[in-house]
């Protein structure tokens, strides 16, 4: 009976073996499979930093351009503030030179109104002169003016297009 009980024992015991053994191959593999995962996050976690790394860059770069077209547009409004200005002071040397000519037109003296007559000659040619002169350079700045604001809407509409959405909030250009 003695050695029944022990063969019985032998075979639970290589019964018992068996099965260590394979959870033994089960727990392996399970850990190659935890390793592969750990190994594969490893790789994801090297390319999400160099991912973000690339986007600060860019986002870096896209501010510098961002801070160079919002300066641009604050000069062009400058520009055309002054033109502005200009033109309001040309407009109140037109009135005074049109007021002139009333008062040189109004009827005189026979010498007088001969005499004003040559005078107002001369004042509206040098005056007319004086005015081709200051239409053109008006014309010329204003042509400059509108140029540079073409050129800064394709500069506003091309830092737009490369920022991401979440950043366009931050440059609001107009």
């Known amino acids: ?23 033994g191959e ?17 790789k994801h976690r090297l390319q999400a930093g160099q991912t973000h790394k690339q986007v600060r860059k860019d986002v870096q ?5 961002g801070d160079r077209v919002w300066r641009a547009v604050k000069d062009l409004r ?3 503030k002054d ?10 040397r037109m009135n005074q030179i049109l007021q002139r ?26 005056q ?6 200051l239409t053109s350079e008006a014309a010329a700045q204003h042509g400059q003016i509108d140029r540079g604001l073409q050129h ?8 737009s297009e490369r920022l991401p959405a979440a950043l366009r909030s931050d440059f609001d250009f107009v």
Do not use: C, F
């Open 26 to 42: 089960q727990v392996a593999a399970e850990l190659d499979e935890a390793t592969k995962s750990l190994e594969s996050l490893h």
């Open 152 to 159: 800064n809407n394709y500069l506003e509409k091309q830092v």
């Open 128 to 133: 007319a002169g004086q005015l081709s002169s």
């Open 83 to 92: 033109l502005d200005k200009e033109q309001g002071v040309m407009q109140h």
């Open 61 to 65: 770069v896209l501010s510098a351009s």
């Open 78 to 80: 400058r520009g055309l």
């Open 101 to 126: 000519l009333k008062n040189l037109t109004q009827p005189s003296s026979g010498m007088q109104t001969q005499r004003s007559v040559s005078t107002m000659k001369i004042i509206t040619n040098k």
């Open 1 to 23: 009976m003695l050695s029944l009980g022990l063969s019985y024992l032998l075979q639970e015991v290589e019964k018992n073996a068996k099965q260590v053994e394979q959870w």
